[in-house]
């Protein structure tokens, strides 16, 4: 969409009537984000050539929205944190707004130091909503600096994200698209519908990523039909079509995640490989930089492109994104330049900008090596694919279940030792019940009439749904945060009724 057509669409406040804006503007929202230009290559200061290996750092950050003002209103966790600065490690609260801010301070310090930095940023819906409500203008337009300035956008990448942080496994699928729309939404209401044309890169919340046949391929299905070109997965959440496991050059290069359903349907997107674990200490000392020295050059095609290595970490968490990434973060970078920046063959690149340089270049995405998720191979070895159907799916995963005590259809995320299933049923029960509600009373009426979305009613019950589905009130544990899922619970109810 150019430039002219996207400044005659409506403006999105940040939002209405105290609500987040999440909704109302799909065809608008879609006009903007289905689209295949370029968006780093007619900026980049990086020549392919010149490239040995790079390096793609990710900064996740996300706090939830909690019931739990004086009288109960909706209210961001980093406001809770403030108000209660003696209760666990809330007195972090400041530190944790700075974190949230800084990068609009630290990209355009690298940049006036000769410097050519990266990052690619991953904020939830909630904690932008949280920063609106807090009135935080301080940190909103330390973050519109590096969005909105022309200057700073070929350094910065914004991935897009469920709204509410939900784990994709253990959504209704029904609310996948849902929530990846709300995103859309807010995002272009707090930075504008420019911005929100150059976000192409997705990152799940928790790294997880379902591995029911059904499950992943509608969730591929919406990231595209939404815009994205490419996803990011954690390397052990995926397979090879053999049912072995990554080759270890292969989680440097960019992978054809394939999904086939239960009735065979298959559908593929880019993958870009997280590798290792989950330990903040890899982005916080920049190790992915370091990892970069000892990569090199690979085949994809008759096309030889650079090495990738790809990280993402919570931004804020621990004391070493706290206090060791600002200080090798700078080093780094400082390193860097003194060996002449490209020269050394080791850059940092963003992930849609490593996608565009090397497609331009010929690699063409038919090409990437093939992975699907975890544990598929051994259900299609039940299954013949060619005649596949849902009755034959569900049968082959009750066997495996029985038989098999590796198997699961739970998905896999940053840890292998968490499930989001098993123990939360107090809570998956009641998120179940309310967006099969939701979508009882509005999918017909949506469907009849597109507008429904931008009534208040329609606003309200889809915030309650989403809000229910937000990963904290499992991962935080029992006790305060499943009374904040009861009481979400309970309000949605109300406003499907």
């Known amino acids: 969409m150019t430039a002219t057509a996207i ?128 009135g935080r203008e301080d940190i909103l337009n330390n973050l519109k600096r590096i969005t909105c300035n022309r200057q700073y956008q070929p350094y910065v990448e914004w991935l897009g994200t469920m709204w509410s942080h939900a784990v994709v496994p253990s959504t209704p699928i029904p609310d996948l698209k849902l929530h990846i729309q709300a995103w859309q939404h807010y995002f272009a209401a707090v930075f504008g519908y420019d911005a929100l044309r150059r976000v192409k890169g997705f990152s799940p919340p928790e790294m997880h990523l379902p591995n029911h046949p059904d499950t992943l391929f509608e969730y591929i299905k919406a990231l595209k039909e939404c815009g994205y070109r490419w996803l990011m997965v954690q390397e052990h959440s995926v397979e090879r079509l053999d049912g072995t496991g990554l080759h270890h050059d292969q989680k440097y290069l960019p992978n054809r995640l394939v999904a086939r359903n239960s009735v065979g349907e298959t559908i593929s997107i880019t993958a870009l490989i997280k590798t290792q674990g989950s330990d903040t200490k890899l982005v916080a000392q920049m190790q992915p930089y370091f990892e970069a020295k000892g990569r090199g050059k690979q085949q994809i095609g008759n096309v030889t492109v650079p090495s990738l290595v790809t990280q993402i970490a919570d931004g804020e968490n621990g004391g070493v994104m706290m206090n060791e990434y600002p200080r090798d973060l700078f080093r780094v970078y400082h390193e860097i330049r003194d060996a002449g920046n490209n020269d050394a063959g080791i850059v940092a690149l963003n992930g849609t900008e490593y996608l565009e340089l090397i497609e331009a270049a010929g690699a063409n995405p038919d090409d990437y090596p093939a992975c699907q998720a975890a544990n598929q191979h051994k259900i299609w070895q039940q299954v013949d694919p060619d005649n596949a159907n849902p009755e034959a799916v569900e049968n082959a995963i009750a066997q495996l279940k029985a038989t098999d005590h590796q198997f699961h259809m739970d998905g896999a995320s940053w ?30 009426l949506v469907q009849q009439d597109p507008t429904v979305t931008q009534r208040p009613d329609y606003l309200e019950a889809l915030l309650y749904n989403l809000l229910l589905e937000t990963s904290c009130f499992r991962y935080w544990g029992q006790g305060m945060w499943t009374d904040f899922a009861r009481e979400l619970y309970r309000r949605g109810e109300i406003a499907v009724r």
Request: aromatic letters at 10%.
């Open 7 to 134: 400044s005659n669409l409506p403006v999105l406040a940040a939002s209405r009537s105290g609500l987040p804006n999440i909704c109302g503007w799909e065809a608008e929202i879609k006009s903007v984000t289905n689209h295949n230009e370029p968006i780093f290559l007619p900026t980049t200061n990086l020549r392919l050539e010149n490239l040995t290996a790079g390096f793609a750092c990710a900064l996740h950050m996300h706090q939830p929205t909690i019931p739990a003002a004086g009288n109960g209103e909706l209210i961001s966790n980093l406001q809770y944190m403030f108000e209660h600065p003696h209760d666990g490690d809330n007195h972090n609260a400041g530190v944790f707004a700075w974190c949230y801010g800084r990068m609009g301070e630290f990209i355009p310090q690298l940049i006036a130091e000769g410097c050519n930095p990266r990052i690619m940023l991953d904020y939830s819906g909630n904690l932008l909503w949280g920063l609106q409500q807090m």
């Open 415 to 444: 840890t292998n030792d968490l499930s989001w299933v098993k123990g939360y049923e107090n809570v998956l029960a009641p998120m179940n019940q309310l967006s099969a509600a939701f979508h009882a009373k509005y999918d017909s």
